[in-house]
């Protein structure tokens, strides 16, 4: 049992796609939240995405609504977060990070996930 690893970060112009993968912690659960974050220089980690598992239901922030679409392959045990129609706005570092307790209301906050990754670089360029 570690922490998560994140991987797929990379440069990319405006309007390309990425997709960034999150190998998990291999820790056993019955119920987990898994969540994207960012956080671009000078500013405060920003909620992603995240999915919740078993029931496999996705949440999304407004900025990234419509253009990227968080899965997760239970069998690899690895989230990815697929990045499409990208802005210069997107650009941070990007991080995978589990909650073990799962409750709902704290879907979208930083302070309730227990693991993180070391974050992965995403670059929009003009």
């Known amino acids: 049992q570690g922490q998560p690893v994140e991987s797929g970060g990379g440069l990319v112009q405006i309007g390309g796609s990425l997709r960034l993968s999150c190998a998990g912690s291999g820790r056993t659960f019955s119920r987990i939240h898994i969540g994207w974050f960012r956080q671009a220089p000078g500013k405060e980690h920003e909620f992603v995405a995240a999915?919740?598992?078993?029931?496999?239901?996705?949440y999304y922030a407004d900025s990234v609504k419509d253009r990227f679409t968080i899965s997760r392959d239970a069998a690899k045990k690895t989230t990815y977060l697929q990045m499409n129609h990208l802005k210069t706005d997107d650009t941070a570092v990007y991080y995978c990070?589990?909650?073990?307790?799962?409750?709902?209301?704290?879907?979208?906050?930083?302070?309730?996930?227990?693991?993180w990754g070391q974050g992965t670089q995403v670059t929009v360029s003009a």
């Open positions: 999915i919740r598992w078993p029931s496999r239901h996705t």
């Open positions: 990070a589990e909650d073990m307790n799962g409750i709902l209301s704290s879907i979208r906050d930083h302070a309730a996930y227990d693991y």
